[in-house]
């Protein structure tokens, strides 16, 4: 029988990929990646699939490039392949010439050139290519089911909590971006992005279903071993997708999203360590409002010793007593790009969650909660958001 | 296993300064390409061929390197796809990587064939299985396949343990049928053909499922998918595992209709008239109000059964199950939990049966069907149904009517 895949890879294997074998250097590849994995979310947003349809798409091509080099195989017809077997395999079938259709709307001339002279066929023989090197595998989990199912045990503050996970979903979105499926299982991902959540939100769990004495930590009930360096890696994987640099990007670059430069710094300082190496105010730009300690502080010191900043610039920037706290708490994703919508989806095979409509706070992203039970169309303004927790 | 990098010094550029490989590029690329993960079909050298479904061709096959392991090779149809890999294939693949389970037959992996300038450069795939000996419709088309009673429960209790098992992982089979259950030499039973299955959610908040009920083989299709229910569950597979249970004594299918109308009244004349007070909720049925259906027919199950099925607790279990309101059909729990299962005989191991049937009843009744040596209506249970020839005839009354119209 053929090898079994381990489709999880340590930091080092994933610098050697065939597209770094190829002379692709490792930051380029990482905004392939990404570029194609925003490229997946906009065509699937656009064509009213579901955001576990988008994600299965984005991990399958995320695993793909893990076989083949990004010179061989241009990004977007990769990617629209992707979007067209994920649509298959999640019950959200879309005809492959729709997808195109969408994904051209998106592209340049050049770069849809890529497709060549027949993009349906194009697709069609790259998806035999694709699910040979994807091994047929699937079916794929995504964090956001964990995430739900994790909100659910967690008590305390009903508004907050709300805030947290959306908050936290929106970092999921995010994530795909990133090549963090090819290094955690979901539930790992979405604990981590949980807990980064709960300490931008404020959203501190003191309690939770199922707690017992053996448990520190809400997450001990459903993942082992994690350690608080792991999860912070984890998150700043994300978060640096907040700080790529804006510097030089390549011709056939899509415009990043605009880079709260700011926010993520305090939202680093948040989580960050004294061990961390990292100078999380190396970043913060002229006349961003510093974060006061007041947001820092509730997260720190308590029962996490590991977050007491003991670097000397973080301190100083994080303990400003007298400042007042912001109004409003990191804005970064107020100017979301479009890719940030996901929508749970009316699918069979992961039924949306019920329950009420979010209640969506004014600080994170605000779409109007679809109606209940309204059918799924495109006229809607991008709904968001589970809602049963 | 990564990809020959003489390759990419071969890459063109393409306006827009990107990297493409040209049409030949790519065929060599795919040709020389060591998929890690998706062996070559050729692993395998096929023996013969058993089967030929709707899906695809279904070979025997052995191993090369190791030929005491015997496969059945089931071909993936993609000449007519204008959607690439079909969807039925997809899902197939996808349940049968999640059902892993004594009595649900096992997909090894999947093969590929070579790409090549001879296929166009379009690889075909296999599903690849262990191999079963037999099936149950070649097995109970063979009158010298004799089942004792326990030998009976040993095969219906793992049929319904296999139901169970998929139902409990929210999988629907939608093709229940002896031909579609096969039996190890070890007399293990195996769940096969998952290429009309699917998840099923149980409905929330007033949503309504919209499944096709184009599915199971019209002999074995239960009276709410002929009736036009889109949102139908478990009880699908447990109407088909009845009227397999039955057929266990009558040797083939208790109820052959030609077509839906008919279906339906060999139906009622076994199970009595459908009726919203037999079963409530039944006029809200799309075809309900559509079809003529017989009036004023008793519940027979058990009278009609007797003569074939001695057995009391046999005759029980199948009027359980053999239930007009999918709601009131038994489940496979409480199936397995009937006194048939847990009563003298106690089910008892096939396999000493199995031996003195060596030849494969693929073989049996691919070499039967060729000569036609197989009964198929002339057995006495169809006979008895189709003397009446009134009661049937007035099951033809509705064949006018269109039912296609989906
Ligand atoms: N694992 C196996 N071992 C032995 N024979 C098998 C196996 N799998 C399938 N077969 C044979 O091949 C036949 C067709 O296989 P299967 O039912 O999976 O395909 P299909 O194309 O969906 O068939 P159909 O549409 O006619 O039901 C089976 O009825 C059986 O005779
Ligand atoms: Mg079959």
């Known amino acids: 029988m053929a090898v079994t895949p381990c489709w999880y890879f340590d930091k080092k294997e994933l610098r050697i990929t065939p597209s770094s074998l190829d002379g692709i250097d490792y930051d380029t590849e990482l905004r392939y990646r990404k570029d194609g994995a925003r490229f997946i979310q906009d065509t699937g947003t656009k064509m009213d699939l579901g955001y576990n349809t988008m994600a299965t798409g984005v991990v399958y091509f995320h695993r793909f490039y893990m076989f083949h080099s990004f010179r061989n195989f241009p990004r977007y017809v990769t990617a629209s392949c992707c979007l067209f077997l994920a649509g298959k395999v999640e019950e959200t079938p879309k005809k492959c010439k729709d997808i195109i259709k969408a994904a051209k709307g998106f592209l340049t001339d050049a770069k849809f050139a890529t497709f060549g002279d027949d993009p349906k066929e194009e697709v069609m023989t790259l998806e035999r290519i694709l699910l040979q090197t994807i091994k047929f595998d699937l079916q794929v989990e995504h964090p956001y089911y964990f995430l739900l199912k994790y909100a659910k045990c967690l008590k305390g503050d009903k508004q907050k909590l709300q805030k947290m996970v959306q908050m936290a979903w929106t970092f999921v979105n995010d994530s795909l971006c990133t090549t963090l499926c090819l290094q955690w299982e979901p539930e790992v991902i979405a604990v981590a992005l949980m807990y980064l959540a709960g300490k931008l939100s404020k959203f501190e769990v003191m309690d939770w279903t199922g707690r017992t004495p053996k448990h520190l930590r809400w997450w001990d009930m459903f993942i082992e071993d994690v350690t608080m360096d792991l999860l912070e890696d984890i998150c700043h994987q994300v978060l640096d997708l907040y700080s790529q640099p804006q510097t030089n990007p390549m011709p056939d670059s899509p415009p990043l999203p605009p880079a709260p430069q700011i926010q993520h710094a305090s939202v680093r300082a948040a989580i960050t360590h004294s061990e961390n190496t990292r100078s999380p105010i190396a970043t913060i730009v002229q006349g961003a409002p510093i974060p006061t300690v007041s947001m820092i502080g509730k997260t720190v010191g308590k029962n996490d010793s590991k977050l007491v900043s003991t670097n000397g610039e973080l301190s100083k920037m994080i303990v400003d007593p007298l400042k007042p706290p912001p109004l409003e708490p990191p804005s970064m994703f107020v100017h979301a790009p479009p890719h940030h919508h996901s929508y749970p989806p009316p699918s069979f095979s992961q039924p949306p969650p019920s329950g009420p409509p979010p209640t969506t706070g004014t600080l994170y992203p605000v779409y109007p909660p679809p109606p209940q039970g309204a059918p799924y169309g495109s006229s809607r303004p991008p709904s968001y958001y589970p809602s049963n927790i | ?406």
Not at chain 2, 203 to 221: A, D, E, I, M, S
Not at chain 2, 271 to 278: A, V, W
């Open chain 2, 1 to 406: 296993m990564m990809p020959n990098s003489s390759i990419s010094s071969m890459i063109n550029p393409v306006p827009g300064g990107f990297y493409k490989m040209n049409t030949k590029e790519k065929e060599k690329y795919i040709e020389e390409f060591d998929f890690p993960f998706c062996d070559e079909a050729s692993k395998y050298e096929k023996i013969t061929k058993i089967g030929q479904g709707t899906f695809g061709e279904v070979f025997k096959a052995k191993d090369r390197k190791n030929p005491a392991k015997i496969v059945a090779m089931k071909k993936v149809l993609m000449d007519n796809e204008k959607e690439g890999f079909p969807i039925t294939a997809l899902r197939e693949i996808k349940i049968l990587q999640l059902l892993k389970h004594e009595n649900v037959v096992n997909l090894i992996e999947i093969c590929r064939t070579r790409a090549t300038l001879d296929n166009k450069y379009r690889s075909t795939f296999y599903l690849v299985f262990d191999f079963c000996e037999h099936d149950l419709a070649g097995l109970l088309s063979n009158v010298n396949v004799k089942f004792s009673l326990g030998e009976i429960k040993r095969v219906i209790q793992q049929l319904l343990n296999g139901l169970y098992y998929i139902h409990s992982n929210k999988i629907l089979h939608r093709d229940m049928k002896a031909a579609n259950v096969l039996i190890t030499k070890n007399g293990i039973l195996k769940l096969a053909d998952f290429g009309l299955a699917r998840a099923f959610s149980q409905c929330k908040n007033g949503q309504v499922n919209r499944y096709t009920n184009r599915v199971v083989t019209l002999w074995y299709r239960p009276p709410e998918l002929l009736l036009g229910d889109r949102n139908y569950g478990p009880p699908v597979d447990l109407w088909g595992a009845g009227c397999i249970m039955a057929e266990m004594w009558t040797r083939s299918p208790i109820m052959q209709g030609n077509t839906e109308p008919q279906q339906l009244a060999l139906i009622s004349q076994l199970c009595g008239s459908i009726t919203p007070e037999t079963w409530p909720g039944v006029e809200s049925l799309e075809l309900y109000n559509k079809i003529e259906l017989a009036r004023g027919q008793k519940r027979k199950v058990k009278d009609r059964l007797k003569p074939y099925v001695k057995n009391p607790y046999a005759c029980d279990l199948l009027d359980k199950l053999l239930v007009l309101d999918p709601q009131k059909r038994c489940d496979a729990d409480a199936a397995l939990n009937h006194d048939f299962f847990w009563s003298e005989p106690m089910p008892c191991d096939l396999s000493k049966m199995l031996a003195q049937h060596t030849q494969s009843m693929f073989e049996f009744t691919m070499q039967s069907r060729r000569q036609g040596v197989l009964r198929q209506v002339n057995t006495p249970w169809i006979a008895y149904f189709f003397n009446r020839k009134t009661a049937v005839h007035e099951g033809l009354t509705f064949y006018r009517l269109d039912l296609r119209s989906d």
